[in-house]
């Protein structure tokens, strides 16, 4: 199956520094990549997505990178605010027998440091 | 405008106790999930189902089982709870057309 990992686990920076989440799969037949930040107490919730026919997709800080040679995705946030601080799971999907089966990997804490 | 409901947002139960985690979607979603979330370990599916009636186990179904009754409910249960179980649940929904979403999570302790 899908393995999805996740790298770093911890990711601290100063208020304005950009910050990056980088992940890995392994089935290249995954083609749908999701990021999901979940806030402390709160429900995670989808930021931006990817599918594997884009290189790169960008939401004002927010963007996203997409490598289907390498099998890699990236999410870069720029000018970092405190409210950036949370914890980001990437995920990759797959088609598999009429559904999307989506594997997360094991999230990042992002702290903002104002 | 909460889409997809999870019962209880906080539950203590005894070792043995059989506990039922209900979620509720008003998507029309034909996909919900049951995953936990534990610290270090990421978000990690305990079974889904893509369909009214159907289920399929995810990568950690030992001790759950579920049942999809109606398309949308969709419910955990832990037949004889432990403390091993001790988690956050998170139930998610999707269809072709959306991505995920997740329930706000129902924090469980077994004592």
């Known amino acids: 199956g899908e393995n999805v990992e996740q790298h770093p686990s911890t990711l601290s920076v100063q208020e304005g520094d950009s910050a990056v989440i980088k992940c890995t799969y392994s089935?290249?037949?995954?083609?749908?990549f999701p990021w999901y930040k979940q806030e402390l107490g709160k429900r995670p919730q989808l930021i931006i997505d990817i599918r594997s026919n884009v290189g790169e997709k960008k939401d004002q800080r927010i963007a996203v990178t997409l490598n289907k040679t390498a099998k890699h995705f990236s999410l870069h946030i720029t000018e970092t605010q405190p409210e950036d601080s949370a914890v980001y799971f990437c995920a990759a999907s797959v088609h598999s027998g009429g559904y999307q089966k989506v594997t997360f990997g094991i999230g990042t804490k992002l702290q903002v440091i104002p | 405008d909460v889409k997809v409901t999870q019962s209880s947002r906080y539950l203590v139960k005894r070792t043995g106790e059989k506990v039922f985690l209900e979620c509720v979607q008003d998507?029309?979603?034909?996909?919900m999930f049951w995953y936990r979330q534990d610290p270090g370990l990421g978000l990690r599916l305990i079974y889904f189902s893509y369909d009214v009636k159907m289920k399929e186990k995810g990568d950690i179904p030992e001790g759950y089982s579920v049942s999809r009754e109606k398309k949308e409910r969709f419910s955990l249960i832990l037949e004889s709870a432990s403390t091993n179980q001790t988690s956050m649940y998170l139930c998610?929904?999707?269809?072709?057309?959306?991505?995920?979403?997740f329930g706000s999570g129902t924090r469980l302790t077994v004592v």
């Open positions: 998507m029309d979603h034909e996909n």
């Open positions: 998610a929904s999707s269809s072709h057309r959306d991505g995920y979403t």
């Open positions: 089935d290249s037949a995954s083609n749908y």
